[in-house]
């Protein structure tokens, strides 16, 4: 006789293994929300929604780990993590629905992170191209055409011919690049901008080159709406902005060619981001952050299948805040986007 403790990633991977017991399909569905556990966790409530909420956790058949001083009021607002299954969970935001004190919407954004959280697969729509993500890893390949790029790498003082570009990008495409993603100004620590000018000079005619000989999608890496739009005419169809749609004419540019977006979190300018950076929560910030500026991107009409997300590896985090993110990545699925993760050369990998 032999005894395993399973280890279950997502719904559809219990939902083989009772399959391969012979478990009856109509049993399948019942017992699968039973068997998904999760570890909610919610931040800033009131003392009063947080008993209301633990009572309902209980009752539901899950728990709830509060502060010690909920109890006591000693404390105005308080963290708390749900524990329970999916069921338990499904129980409770239908009980949290006839709440007051702000336990109804509570409910909605529970539910819509545990919705989010299991998804499988994603769509990326940029332009004239559509990414089924989920499978496998996507390779963004990187062409930085800039004199001063932080991994010593940028070609744009070395080369001025549009051959050498265009191999180079062919060379990234047969080493595995599903994106080519070109940059014009460097967004190392302590780098000063380029004007429209200059970044246009370096950027516009390059992608124009490689648009016409290679046949994969191709991303403008810029925070500046006329050096994107440019890029868009010269056939790019994916804005990496490190800003994060923080300019509004961006998100109409983006709209207009219906554009995939990166949005990047980063913690002030490249030029004073990584002066002693500082989070509450590396990676509870972060998520806030970046769903603020996705639901700006689609109050303002840019589509979901368009939006990607970055939490933005070193740009204004320590080198723990780095690898807390990493450790952390997973967290970022309750927004229900793909995530883009750039470390490659980073300085906290060495």
Partial sequence: MATRILSIQSKQDLAEIFKDLKVDPYGIGIMVPKGMAYCVRLDGLSCVAANILKQEMLSAGGDAAL?????????????????????????LVGKLRKQPFGLDKLANNISGALSNYAKQSLVLAARNYRFRLGKRTHIMGIMNLTPDSFSGDGLYAKHNDPGFFVEYARALVNDGADI?????????????????????????????????????????????????????????????????????????????????????HMQGTPLSMQKKPHYGCVTADIIAYLKDRVDAALNAGVGAENIVVDPGIGFGKTVSDNLELLRNLADFKVLGLPILVGTSRKGFIG
């Fill in 67 to 91: 502060p010690r001083d909920v109890l006591t009021g000693r404390i105005k607002t308080a963290d708390c993590v749900l524990i329970g299954s999916l069921a338990q969970l499904s129980r």
């Fill in 180 to 264: 080519i993603d070109i940059g014009g100004e460097s967004s190392r620590p302590g780098a000063k901008p380029v004007c429209v000018k200059e970044e246009l000079k370096r950027t516009s005619g390059v992608i124009k080159a490689i648009a016409k000989k290679i046949k994969v999608p191709i991303s403008i890496d810029t925070y500046k709406p006329d050096v994107a739009r440019a890029a868009l005419d010269n056939g790019a169809c994916i804005v990496n902005d490190i800003s994060g749609l923080r300019n509004n004419a961006m998100i109409s540019t983006a709209k207009e060619y219906q554009a995939g977006v990166v949005i990047m």
